[in-house]
Protein backbone atom coordinates (compact mmCIF):
# COMPACT_ATOMS: atom_id res chain seq x y z
CA UNK A 1 0.00 0.00 0.00
CA UNK A 2 1.21 3.46 -0.55
CA UNK A 3 0.77 6.68 1.12
CA UNK A 4 -0.19 9.32 -1.16
CA UNK A 5 -1.24 11.84 1.30
CA UNK A 6 -5.24 11.09 1.07
CA UNK A 7 -6.57 10.87 4.45
CA UNK A 8 -9.54 9.42 4.51
CA UNK A 9 -11.82 10.37 7.40
CA UNK A 10 -15.05 7.80 7.97
CA UNK A 11 -18.26 8.92 7.34
CA UNK A 12 -20.30 10.15 10.41
CA UNK A 13 -24.31 9.30 10.53
CA UNK A 14 -26.25 12.07 11.15
CA UNK A 15 -29.38 11.03 12.75
CA UNK A 16 -32.44 13.51 11.71
CA UNK A 17 -33.66 15.56 14.31
CA UNK A 18 -37.38 14.87 15.41
CA UNK A 19 -39.90 17.71 16.11
CA UNK A 20 -41.77 17.41 19.40
CA UNK A 21 -45.15 16.95 18.18
CA UNK A 22 -47.56 20.20 18.49
CA UNK A 23 -49.72 19.24 21.83
CA UNK A 24 -53.34 19.96 21.92
CA UNK A 25 -55.19 20.82 25.23
CA UNK A 26 -58.94 19.48 25.62
CA UNK A 27 -61.05 22.09 27.24
CA UNK A 28 -64.31 21.45 29.50
CA UNK A 29 -66.79 24.30 28.59
CA UNK A 30 -69.56 25.03 31.56
CA UNK A 31 -73.45 24.75 30.69
CA UNK A 32 -76.36 24.88 32.43
CA UNK A 33 -78.02 21.28 32.12
CA UNK A 34 -75.06 18.83 32.20
CA UNK A 35 -75.29 17.60 36.21
CA UNK A 36 -71.75 18.04 38.16
CA UNK A 37 -71.82 14.29 39.01
CA UNK A 38 -71.97 13.43 35.33
CA UNK A 39 -69.48 15.60 34.41
CA UNK A 40 -66.92 14.24 37.28
CA UNK A 41 -67.98 10.58 35.84
CA UNK A 42 -66.94 11.29 32.32
CA UNK A 43 -63.73 13.05 33.89
CA UNK A 44 -62.63 9.74 35.87
CA UNK A 45 -63.88 7.58 32.97
CA UNK A 46 -62.48 9.39 30.05
CA UNK A 47 -59.56 10.83 31.07
CA UNK A 48 -58.74 8.86 34.21
CA UNK A 49 -58.86 11.49 36.84
CA UNK A 50 -59.58 10.86 40.25
CA UNK A 51 -62.56 11.99 41.68
CA UNK A 52 -61.09 14.90 43.91
CA UNK A 53 -59.14 16.14 40.42
CA UNK A 54 -62.40 15.41 38.31
CA UNK A 55 -64.31 17.70 40.87
CA UNK A 56 -61.77 20.68 40.67
CA UNK A 57 -61.40 20.56 36.84
CA UNK A 58 -65.83 20.66 36.70
CA UNK A 59 -65.64 23.24 39.26
CA UNK A 60 -63.37 25.49 37.75
CA UNK A 61 -65.18 25.25 34.33
CA UNK A 62 -68.33 25.75 36.26
CA UNK A 63 -67.19 28.82 37.79
CA UNK A 64 -64.94 30.49 35.13
CA UNK A 65 -66.75 28.77 32.05
CA UNK A 66 -64.17 26.60 31.06
CA UNK A 67 -61.51 24.66 32.56
CA UNK A 68 -58.50 22.96 30.80
CA UNK A 69 -58.50 19.27 31.63
CA UNK A 70 -55.49 17.49 29.85
CA UNK A 71 -52.38 18.92 27.31
CA UNK A 72 -51.45 16.06 25.01
CA UNK A 73 -50.38 15.01 21.25
CA UNK A 74 -53.67 16.07 18.88
CA UNK A 75 -54.25 12.16 17.84
CA UNK A 76 -55.24 11.44 21.44
CA UNK A 77 -57.32 15.16 22.41
CA UNK A 78 -59.20 14.54 19.46
CA UNK A 79 -60.38 10.78 20.23
CA UNK A 80 -60.85 11.63 24.10
CA UNK A 81 -63.01 14.70 23.00
CA UNK A 82 -64.92 12.48 21.09
CA UNK A 83 -65.36 9.66 23.12
CA UNK A 84 -66.67 12.01 26.21
CA UNK A 85 -69.11 13.88 23.85
CA UNK A 86 -70.52 10.67 22.49
CA UNK A 87 -70.91 9.13 26.22
CA UNK A 88 -72.91 12.63 27.03
CA UNK A 89 -74.75 12.73 24.02
CA UNK A 90 -75.77 9.35 24.79
CA UNK A 91 -76.93 9.79 28.04
CA UNK A 92 -78.79 12.94 26.68
CA UNK A 93 -76.32 15.69 28.08
CA UNK A 94 -74.96 18.75 25.67
CA UNK A 95 -71.66 18.34 27.70
CA UNK A 96 -68.96 20.33 25.43
CA UNK A 97 -65.30 20.03 24.95
CA UNK A 98 -62.93 21.01 22.84
CA UNK A 99 -59.17 20.59 21.68
CA UNK A 100 -57.13 23.65 20.83
CA UNK A 101 -53.33 23.66 20.10
CA UNK A 102 -51.70 24.77 23.21
CA UNK A 103 -49.15 27.87 22.23
Do not use: Q, W
Amino acid sequence: MSDNGIALKPKTKSKPKLDRPKLYKVILFNDDYTPREFVVMILKAVFRMSEEAGYRVMMTAHKLGSSVVVVCTKDIAETKVKEAMDYAKEAGFPLMLTAEPEE
